[in-house]
């Protein structure tokens, strides 16, 4: 995938994410994302990651805001680390904003 961005531009990447793993980044257990590497996700960057209950099909209405301060599995020598495809994106979460179920 070809990135036409300028050097310094960043984008907001807009991710669901399961309501069990929103959590954990809520609490700064997890500190990373795994994801396809399908988009160009660039160190800088934000996500926005809004918790979706796949089994109901629904935005539970949860979201973390996120900057990508690296990125894992592009490089040769990290390929044998990260499945073929994905990458593991290392985050800083900025802002929470949790909805009581």
Known sequence: MKD???K????VHDLKIDPR???DLEL?????????DDRPFRIND??????FDVKN?????STVFASVVGI????DHEKDYVKEGYVILSIEIIKTRY???
């Open 4 to 6: 036409i961005r300028y």
């Open 21 to 23: 793993y929103f959590r």
């Open 28 to 36: 700064g257990s997890k500190t990373f994302e795994v994801r396809k």
């Open 8 to 11: 310094n531009q960043r984008i």
């Open 57 to 61: 099909q629904e935005y539970t209405g």
């Open 46 to 51: 934000m996500l926005l990651l809004q918790s």
């Open 72 to 75: 894992f599995g592009r490089a």
């Open 99 to 101: 909805v009581m179920d």
